[in-house]
C-alpha cells in the first residue's frame, strides 16, 4: 500500500526553466510533508517542509505547494540549475500536531536533470 | 555541528554473517530513525528509537534484525544470518525532543551480502 506517490519517476528540464515535481499521498493523517534531494551514495538532504495548516512555503529557489482537498503537493525549483539535478524524494508523517515524533514515509523519488 | 554520523560506509558480509552498522545521531537529537533502501525503490521506514527505548518497530522484520540505543554510544541495528536480499543502503536519521518532524539524514550504510 503506497500511501505517499511519485508518479513520474523522471524529469528533465533546462537550465533557467522552472522544475515542478509532483506527489500524492492517501492518508488523511499526515500533517506535515517534506522533500528531501539525494545525490548517489548519500544520503538524503532536507529541503523544504510544509505543514498542512498552510498551502504553501518558500525557501529562496523552493517552493511547496499543499492542496490538501486534492491530497496533493508540489515542489517547484526556479530557475533550475545544473546542481539541481538529483532524485528528490516527497514525504509525509502524521506527528507534528500530536506533539509525538513519527516515522516518514517515502515516495518512490523523481530523478530530476537540469541541462544546459 | 557535525551532522549524523554513520559507520561502517560499505560493509560486505557473507551468507550467514552478522552485520553491524552504527549511527550517532546530530549533538542534541534524541531521537533515531533507521530506514531502508532497495535498489530502485524509495526509503521504508525500520524501527524508531529514543535513548534505551524502542518507540515503534513496525518496519522491522520479525527475526533477525534488532535496533538498540543505549543510554551511552551510537545507535546500532543489528542484522543477524544475513541473506542476499538484505543488501541494501541502510539510512539513519534523527531529530530533536521537542518533536520529530524534520528528520536529518546520515550518509548512509551500504551492506552487500555476498
Known amino acids: 500500500d503506497q500511501q505517499v506517490k511519485q508518479n513520474s519517476p523522471s524529469l528533465s528540464v533546462q537550465e533557467g526553466r522552472i522544475s515542478i515535481l509532483n506527489c500524492d499521498y492517501t492518508n488523511s493523517m499526515f500533517d506535515y510533508f517534506l522533500w528531501y534531494k539525494k545525490y548517489p551514495a548519500e544520503g538524503p538532504t532536507f529541503l523544504i517542509s510544509i505543514s498542512s495548516i498552510k498551502d504553501k512555503n518558500e525557501d529562496g529557489r523552493f517552493t511547496v505547494f499543499l492542496n490538501k482537498s486534492a491530497k496533493h503537493l508540489s515542489l517547484h525549483i526556479v530557475p533550475s540549475q545544473p546542481g539541481d539535478s538529483a532524485v528528490y524524494f516527497c514525504?509525509?508523517?502524521?506527528?507534528?500536531?500530536?506533539?509525538?515524533?513519527?516515522?516518514?514515509?517515502f515516495g518512490t523519488g523523481t530523478r530530476l536533470q537540469v541541462t544546459l | 555541528n557535525a551532522g549524523v554520523m554513520q559507520n561502517p560506509r560499505h560493509l560486505v558480509r557473507r551468507r550467514g554473517q552478522e552485520a553491524r552498522l552504527r549511527c550517532s545521531p546530530m549533538?542534541?537529537?534524541?531521537?533515531v530513525y533507521w530506514y531502508r533502501q532497495l535498489p530502485e525503490e524509495g526509503l521504508k521506514f525500520m524501527v524508531y528509537?529514543?535513548?534505551?527505548?524502542?518507540?515503534?518497530e513496525s518496519g522491522m522484520p520479525k527475526e533477525r534484525f534488532s535496533a538498540e540505543f543505549p543510554k551511552e554510544g551510537p545507535s546500532i541495528l543489528r542484522i543477524q544470518q544475513v541473506v542476499r536480499g538484505d543488501s541494501a543502503a541502510y539510512f539513519c536519521?534523527?531529530?530533536?525532543?521537542?518533536?520529530?518532524?524534520?528528520?536529518?539524514f546520515g550518509p548512509g550504510t551500504r551492506l552487500t551480502v555476498l
Open positions: 514525504a509525509a508523517t502524521g506527528g507534528r500536531y500530536t506533539g509525538t515524533a513519527s516515522k516518514l514515509t
Open positions: 536519521a534523527s531529530s530533536p525532543p521537542t518533536s520529530g518532524d524534520t528528520q536529518y
Open positions: 549533538k542534541g537529537h534524541s531521537h
Open positions: 528509537l529514543q535513548k534505551e527505548n524502542i518507540i515503534d
